[in-house]
């Protein structure tokens, strides 16, 4: 085997396929990146056993071959290399040899017949968008999966289409993020995708108009894109009937800006993580009044109090949440105004986009506040 390839290029395949990458393993073949040669092109390959990345790069192939190579060795010295032109190939004594501007290094490798195949999906159900609006609808939820592995269909996000919409949905106990989008699929189906290999096809997916095909069959999931294949194992269990669970009606409605309210979490935050008490976490207090909204917390360490002009609806209140919750949903918010609707003050409120007509919705529990 014997290629020569641009250092970015190679990098962006590594880049792509070592979070796929076991590391915590028995077997040393998992914890490498297999490569292989065909024509003008390399496939860098990586499976820890739930997930599978195959990314594909141009090359100048100028003898055929396939190795396995350490991939935290193979990824370092690459990023360590000048930016320029790299040689990559097999000696005589089956070392890969990596060439670089005077720089030449030698690393073990593995037999490529030892590499678990990846996954063979036989696509049942699929549904097609461009990268862009994957990648959106990921980072609106992603942040609300569950990371006890003591509900382990939590840790998943949930990918339902149904009547011509794809929903997102995370959920983990205490607050739940659905993002939805029309799409041209008229079959009906759902599953449940790893939060870890949503955050990595997250990670691969650029800002583009370019397609990606999300297909299910039976335990597995596909993701493919015109260079890069990502294969996952589906989450078993029922997952929680979400919108039973999203309130309809509200009993107090505020209207404000995103960025003030979001500046005001990042300060109060501040004091609700307490210096004193490092794994403690204070909740903030809402009070909605005529006009205004107070937020306001209390603790050893000292004591916020923030006033937010704001259009209001409904009655007054005072509430207790996490004010992470918050935060989390406020940063993924695009908008300028965000409707925040509450109902009493032991429902949970919901968090609305004010130009994304209910397609974005984040809901919280609260905190029962101590007198």
Same mark, same amino acid.
């Given at each position: 085997?014997?290629?020569?390839?641009?250092?970015?290029?190679?990098?962006?395949?590594? +880049?792509?396929?070592?979070?796929?990458?076991?590391?915590?393993?028995?077997?040393?073949?998992?914890?490498?990146?297999?490569?292989?040669?065909?024509?003008?092109?390399?496939?860098?390959?990586?499976?820890?056993?739930?997930?599978?990345?195959?990314?594909?790069?141009?090359?100048?192939?100028?003898?055929? &071959?396939?190795?396995?190579?350490?991939?935290?060795?193979?990824?370092?010295?690459?990023?360590?290399?000048?930016?320029?032109?790299?040689?990559?190939?097999? +000696?005589?004594? +089956?070392?890969?040899?990596?060439?670089?501007?005077? =720089?030449?290094?030698?690393?073990?490798?593995?037999?490529?017949?030892?590499? %678990?195949?990846?996954?063979?999906?036989?696509?049942?159900?699929?549904?097609?968008?461009?990268?862009?609006?994957?990648?959106?609808?990921?980072?609106?939820?992603?942040?609300?999966?569950?990371?006890?592995?003591?509900? %382990?269909?939590?840790?998943?996000?949930?990918?339902?289409?149904?009547?011509?919409?794809?929903?997102?949905?995370?959920?983990? &106990?205490?607050?739940?993020?659905?993002?939805?989008?029309?799409?041209?699929?008229?079959?009906?189906?759902?599953?449940?995708?790893?939060?870890?290999?949503?955050?990595?096809?997250?990670?691969?997916?650029?800002?583009?108009?370019?397609?990606?095909?999300?297909?299910?069959?039976?335990?597995?999931?596909?993701?493919?894109?015109?260079?890069?294949?990502?294969?996952?194992?589906?989450?078993?269990?029922?997952?929680?009937?979400?919108?039973?669970?999203?309130?309809?009606?509200?009993?107090?409605?505020?209207? !404000?800006?995103?960025?003030?309210?979001?500046?005001?979490?990042?300060?109060?935050?501040?004091?609700? =993580?307490?210096?004193?008490?490092?794994?403690?976490?204070?909740?903030?207090?809402?009070?909605?009044?005529?006009?205004?909204?107070?937020?306001?917390? =209390?603790?050893?360490?000292?004591?916020?109090?923030?006033?937010?002009?704001?259009?209001?609806? &409904?009655?007054?209140?005072?509430?207790?949440?996490?004010?992470?919750?918050?935060?989390?949903?406020?940063?993924?918010?695009?908008?300028?105004? !965000?409707?925040?609707?509450?109902?009493?003050?032991?429902?949970?409120?919901?968090?609305?986009?004010?130009?994304?007509? &209910?397609?974005?919705?984040?809901?919280?529990?609260?905190?029962?506040?101590?007198?």
């Amino acid at each position: 085997m014997k290629f020569i390839c641009e250092r970015e290029t190679i990098l962006k395949g590594i +880049n792509s396929v070592i979070n796929g990458v076991s590391s915590k393993t028995t077997l040393p073949i998992l914890e490498g990146i297999l490569i292989q040669t065909n024509d003008n092109e390399i496939k860098l390959t990586s499976y820890d056993l739930e997930i599978g990345i195959e990314y594909i790069l141009e090359a100048n192939v100028i003898e055929q &071959g396939s190795t396995v190579v350490n991939a935290i060795m193979f990824s370092e010295i690459i990023r360590k290399l000048p930016n320029s032109e790299i040689q990559i190939k097999m +000696n005589e004594k +089956n070392l890969l040899e990596i060439e670089c501007e005077g =720089s030449l290094y030698k690393l073990a490798t593995m037999n490529p017949e030892e590499f %678990p195949e990846l996954p063979r999906i036989n696509i049942a159900n699929s549904v097609k968008l461009d990268q862009t609006t994957l990648k959106n609808m990921i980072r609106k939820t992603i942040f609300a999966v569950s990371t006890e592995e003591n509900r %382990p269909i939590f840790t998943g996000s949930l990918f339902e289409v149904e009547n011509n919409k794809l929903n997102i949905v995370a959920v983990d &106990g205490y607050r739940l993020a659905v993002k939805s989008k029309e799409v041209d699929e008229t079959n009906n189906f759902s599953c449940v995708i790893p939060g870890k290999t949503l955050n990595e096809v997250n990670k691969i997916i650029n800002d583009s108009f370019d397609m990606i095909t999300v297909g299910i069959e039976r335990n597995q999931a596909l993701f493919e894109m015109e260079n890069c294949k990502i294969v996952t194992r589906l989450l078993d269990g029922t997952f929680l009937k979400y919108s039973n669970t999203i309130p309809q009606n509200w009993e107090t409605r505020i209207k !404000v800006n995103k960025n003030m309210l979001q500046n005001c979490f990042e300060r109060i935050l501040l004091i609700s =993580s307490s210096s004193i008490e490092k794994e403690k976490k204070y909740p903030v207090k809402i009070n909605v009044e005529v006009g205004k909204i107070t937020i306001s917390c =209390s603790n050893q360490t000292g004591d916020a109090k923030e006033e937010i002009i704001a259009e209001t609806e &409904g009655k007054d209140l005072e509430i207790g949440f996490n004010p992470k919750f918050f935060l989390d949903s406020l940063k993924a918010i695009d908008d300028e105004e !965000v409707y925040i609707e509450f109902g009493t003050n032991r429902s949970p409120c919901i968090l609305k986009s004010v130009e994304e007509n &209910g397609d974005y919705i984040y809901m919280i529990l609260p905190i029962k506040m101590k007198d």
